[in-house]
C-alpha cells in the first residue's frame, strides 16, 4: 500500500464534496457537502465489508471488529470553517481509515475492536456550539443548548439535523460503549514543529482559555485645544492596558499566550481624543492556577493604570474552559513508536481547542500533531508536507498495532 | 441698547436660517441654508443704511465708514459643521454688527472705517477645503486647489458656489484696499478659561499643525497556537509607539499636544495576532522648531520600537500648518480695555484653527476668546454663559473706540 498516494487520493475524495467557489472547503454541519462527505464514507466502508453505523445525530463510525469487546477509538471532525484547508478535521478521518485497511490486511484481525470515527462537528462555524459531535459521541451533549440556536440563514439547529435524516435521541450511544481510549491525528495549526524541524508533535496537554472584554470610558476632547495634563485618553490608557495583558503572560509562564487581536475607538476621529475603547484578551493555559493568577493580577493592574489615567473600565468574561491533560501510558507507547522508527518527536501542549479534550476526561486520549506550513490554518492555503502527512500516518498504524494486536 | 438681549435675538435669527431636524446648525458653504443667512444680514444692513456689498466669491462686508480711508475690519465665519453648536463662527459677526450699531448709535462716525465681514467658510465641512472665505478676503486663495472638488453628493465646489450667483475673479479684492487690523472674536472650544475662571482670553499664537498617518506591519497568528517569543503582534508593538506619541510631547513643552484618535486594527479578530495597525497623529505647537523637533525624535523612537518589537512601520505627513504670531500692539490695546473695565483676562494660545490666523500675516490682527461651557465644540450642545458673551462684545466695543475714533 503507497500510503502517499492513499493519502492523496482519499483527500482529494472528499474535497470534491465541498470545494468553495471562493477557494478552500466549506462543509458545514448539516448541509448537503457535510451529508455527502458522510455518505461517501459510509458506502465506501461498506463496500469493503467494514461495520458501518450512523448515531442518532450523525456521527459515523466505521468499525474492525476484534476479539474482545474493548474498543479503541481512532479520528476527528469531518466538518470545516468557513473556506477552510484540506487538513484541519479530516486528516484525522483519512489516516484512521488508511490505518484500518492497512492492518485490515497485513495483520488481520485485532484483538481490540478499532473503531473509526467521523464526528459530525467540531469548529462550530455554522452554529454557535462546539464539539457537537464529540459530546454526543460520549454522551456529554445537551440538547437544551443548541434546540433554539439558528444559523445566519435562520435555520433552526434541529431542522438542519433533521433535514438530514438526523434527530436527537436521550438514549445513551451504544457505540461508546467498551470505548477504552481515542485516538486523534491532527495538523499542529502552529509553527513550533516547522521552525524546530520535528515530524511529531505529541500533545500532554490541552490548554485551558479564558477570553474577555473590556471596555475603557475616558473623555472625548477638542485634539487642539485640551493641553495633555487635561485629558482623559481613553486609547492611551487601553494602549498600557495593551501592553501590561502582554507582559503579565509572559512573566507567568514561557507557555502562557494572552493577545489583544480586538479593539474598537469611539468616536475614532484624528483630531477628538478618545471616549471609549472596547478590546478583547484571549488568555490560554494548561495550569487553571496560572489562569487565575493571571485574572487576578491582571485587574490589580487595571485598576492601578485606570486610576493613574483617570479613566473608568469594566472587564467581563465571555469565556472560560478548564485545561485537559492526555494520557501519559498512551503518550510512552506512541513516544516508543517514534523511537523505534527514528522518528523526531517532541512533547509540546497544543493551544488550540480539540476533540481530544472531550474525551480524554472519559478515556485513555492521545493527541498527535502533524507539522503545519508556516503555521497556516482555518485558510485555504492550509497545508503540510506529504512526507509529514505519511509520518503521521505511520506514527497512528504502528501505535494501533502495539495496542490493538 | 441691551446687549444680552440683542445677542440672543440676534443668534435667534441666524439659527433659523439653518436648524437641523437631527439637532444643532448646518449651515454649509453654497447651500440655501448658508445663502439665506447671508442674504438675511444683507438685507437687514441695507435696512439700516449701511454700505453693504458681496465680493465675487460671497464673503458678505457691512461697512461704517470713518473720515479717513483706513479700515479696521471685524468678523468670523458664517459657516458650520454638521450639527454644529450656535456660537463657532456666527457670534464673531453677531459681536460685530451689534459693536457696529452700538458705535453708530452712540458715538457717531468714526475716524476710521469699521467693516465687519461674515466670511462665507473656514470649517471645511462641506468640500475638502478649510478658510476659502478668509483667503479670498485677503486675495491668498488658489483656484486650483477648488475648482475640481466635489462634496459627498458629487457637487462640484464651481458649479455650488454658481448656483448661488457667484463665481470667483482673479481681480484683487477691493474691500481688502486700506484694512490695517482684523479683529475676530471666537469661543474657546476648550477647557481653559472655565476651569480657570476667566471671562476673556487673549490670543497670542495660533499653534501649527502637522497630522500622520502611521501604519505598522506585523504578522497575522493564531492566538493559541503561537508562543509570545514568535510574534510579530502590530497591536502590542502600536501600544507603544502610542504612549511614546503623548510622552514626547510632554517632555517637549507643556503647551505641546500630541494625540492619537484614530485607530484601525486588521483582522481585529479576538484570537488572531493582529496582522496590521493604521494610526494617526495629531500634533500641534506655536513654535516650528519644537515641532520639527518632535517630527525628528519621534521618528528616532518609532525606529527603535520597531525594530524592537520586529514589525515594520510607515510614516506619512499629510498636514502641516505652521503656528501664527498675534499682533501685540493690538493686544496691549485689548488688555488696556480689560484691566479699564476690570474684566479678568488670559494671555493663551489657540490649539485650533481659527480665520485670524489667515490675516495675520497680512495686517494687525487679534483674536479674542470667551469661555466654552464644558469645552464643548462641534456640537449641538456648544453653549456659552449669556454674561461672558455680553463681556466679550463689550470687550470688542470698547477695543473698537480706542481704536477707530
Redesign the interface.
Known amino acids: 500500500m503507497n500510503l502517499k498516494r492513499e493519502i492523496e487520493s482519499r483527500l482529494e475524495q472528499l474535497n470534491s464534496y465541498a470545494l468553495d467557489p471562493k477557494g478552500g472547503l466549506t462543509r458545514l454541519l448539516y448541509t448537503k457537502e457535510w451529508k455527502e462527505t458522510q455518505d461517501h464514507l459510509r458506502n465506501e466502508a461498506l463496500s469493503k465489508g467494514y461495520d458501518v453505523q450512523y448515531d442518532s445525530i450523525g456521527n459515523l463510525y466505521i468499525t474492525l471488529p476484534g476479539s474482545s469487546e474493548e474498543v479503541i477509538l481512532v479520528g476527528s471532525h469531518i466538518d470545516t470553517v468557513c473556506q477552510g484547508g484540506k487538513l484541519d478535521g479530516q486528516f484525522g478521518i483519512v489516516s484512521g481509515l488508511i490505518a484500518l485497511d492497512y492492518l485490515k490486511s497485513k495483520e488481520g484481525q485485532p484483538k481490540k475492536t478499532i473503531r473509526v470515527v467521523s464526528l459530525a462537528e467540531e469548529e462550530g462555524s455554522r452554529f454557535p456550539y462546539t464539539f457537537w459531535g464529540s459530546k454526543n459521541t460520549t454522551n456529554s451533549a445537551n440538547i437544551e443548548e443548541v434546540e433554539h440556536l439558528v444559523d445566519n440563514q435562520g435555520v433552526n439547529f434541529m431542522d438542519a439535523m433533521r433535514n438530514c435524516g438526523f434527530s436527537y435521541s436521550k438514549e445513551k450511544n451504544h457505540l461508546f460503549n467498551n470505548v477504552s481510549s481515542f485516538l486523534e491525528v491532527h495538523i499542529?495549526?502552529?509553527?513550533?514543529l516547522e521552525?524546530e524541524k520535528i515530524q511529531i508533535g505529541l500533545v500532554t496537554d490541552i490548554?485551558g482559555?479564558k477570553?474577555y472584554s473590556v471596555t475603557v470610558q475616558g473623555q472625548a476632547?477638542?485634539?487642539?485645544?485640551?493641553?495633555?495634563?487635561?485629558r482623559q485618553?481613553a486609547?492611551?490608557a487601553?494602549?498600557?492596558l495593551?501592553?501590561k495583558v502582554?507582559e503579565l503572560?509572559?512573566s507567568i509562564s514561557?507557555?502562557?499566550?494572552?493577545?489583544?487581536?480586538?479593539?474598537?475607538?469611539f468616536?475614532?476621529?484624528?483630531?477628538?481624543?478618545?471616549q471609549e475603547v472596547q478590546f478583547?484578551i484571549?488568555l490560554?493555559h494548561t495550569n487553571v492556577s496560572e489562569l487565575e493568577r493571571y485574572e487576578r493580577e491582571i485587574k490589580e493592574e487595571f485598576d492601578a493604570i485606570s486610576t493613574q489615567q483617570d479613566v473608568k473600565y469594566s472587564m467581563k468574561k465571555y469565556m472560560d474552559g478548564k485545561p485537559v491533560k492526555l494520557d501519559e501510558s498512551l503518550l510512552k507507547t506512541i513516544k516508543d513508536v517514534c523511537r523505534k522508527h527514528n522518528i523526531s518527536y517532541k512533547e509540546m501542549i497544543?493551544?488550540?481547542?480539540h476533540d481530544a479534550q472531550i474525551f480524554a476526561p472519559l478515556v485513555q486520549t492521545a493527541l498527535v500533531f502533524v507539522p503545519s506550513i508556516g503555521?497556516i490554518?482555518?485558510n485555504p492555503s492550509e497545508n503540510t508536507a506529504i512526507e509529514d502527512l505519511e509520518t503521521g500516518v505511520k506514527v497512528l498504524i504502528e501505535s494501533l498495532k502495539k495496542l490493538a494486536y
Open positions: 499542529e495549526q502552529g509553527q513550533i521552525k490548554v482559555q477570553r476632547n477638542h485634539a487642539g485645544t485640551t493641553p495633555m495634563h487635561y485618553d486609547l492611551l487601553s494602549s498600557i495593551v501592553q502582554n503572560a509572559r514561557s507557555t502562557m499566550v494572552a493577545t489583544v487581536g480586538k479593539m474598537e475607538i468616536p475614532n476621529s484624528s483630531n477628538v481624543v478618545a478583547t484571549d490560554r497544543s493551544g488550540a481547542g503555521g490554518s482555518h
